[in-house]
T-cell receptor, first 109, second 113 residues
Framework: GQNIDQPTEMTATEGAIVQINCTYQTSGFNGLFWYQQHAGEAPTFLSYNVLDGLEEKGRFSSFLSRSKGYSYLLLKELQMKDSASYLC??????????WGAGTKLIIKP | DADVTQTPRNRITKTGKRIMLECSQT?????MYWYRQDPGLGLQLIYY???????NKGEISDGYSVSRQAQAKFSLSLESAIPNQTALYFCATSDSGGAYEQYFGPGTRLTVT
């Protein structure tokens, strides 16, 4: 079956760096997405990786290793507003998104 | 104005009632999706539509039906609501070009008593 694993919850300190991991087993691979979702709100797109390597976008970076079925989202200079859930999703061979359950990130002052 | 809108935003209904959730978008996207989200679970795809005449079942379509009235409108119906359909429902859109990232509406919180 198809499976995406992420930690359920992580805690980090304001100003620090945190890495959120995502491992996947899917029927085919056509790209990996990271979304941010604040409690009770809609998910918003953060990043997209289809080739191996690091994509950097401001304070956020996302890494992909297709051979390992692995990705991470790196958040630098954490701010209180980064407290949210981070969703990993993989587009499979049918071009459907398979979603992980999300990682709830708690930022402490 | 929001690019993807959903109505209603909140709804409480009783078991056995028919209910319709509506989604409209001004992004000009051809693809539209309906998801449900339950606490602790990932987003689950209910139905998706790649254009007005193309509608497909997702992983959890039982108990739901959809209608794509126009490129900009995609509605979800629960023919006979049951309590385990209590969830947060999201509509999303994407373009057929590019990376196909999805843009989500604000969600409808549905409670079935």
């Amino acid at each position: 079956g198809q499976n995406i694993d992420q930690p359920t919850e992580m805690t980090a300190t304001e100003g620090a760096i945190v890495q959120i991991n995502c491992t996947y087993q899917t029927s085919g691979f056509n790209g990996l997405f990271w979304y941010q979702q604040h409690a009770g709100e809609a998910p918003t797109f953060l990043s997209y990786n289809v080739l191996d390597g690091l994509e950097e976008k401001g304070r956020f970076s996302s890494f992909l290793s297709r051979s390992k079925g692995y990705s991470y989202l790196l958040l630098k200079e954490l701010q209180m507003k980064d407290s949210a859930s981070y969703l990993c999703a993989v587009r499979d061979s049918n071009y459907q998104l398979i979603w992980g359950a999300g990682t709830k990130l708690i930022i402490k002052p | 104005d929001a690019d993807v809108t959903q109505t209603p935003r909140n709804r409480i209904t009783k078991t056995g009632k028919r209910i319709m959730l509506e989604c409209s978008q001004t992004k000009g996207h051809d693809r539209m999706y309906w998801y449900r989200q339950d606490p602790g679970l990932g987003l689950q795809l209910i139905y998706y539509s790649f254009d007005v005449k193309d509608i497909n079942k997702g992983e959890i379509s039982d108990g739901y039906s959809v209608s794509r009235q126009a490129q900009a409108k995609f509605s979800l119906s629960l023919e006979s609501a049951i309590p385990n359909q209590t969830a947060l429902y999201f509509c999303a859109t994407s373009d057929s070009g590019g990376a196909y990232e999805q843009y989500f509406g604000p969600g409808t919180r549905l409670t079935v008593t």
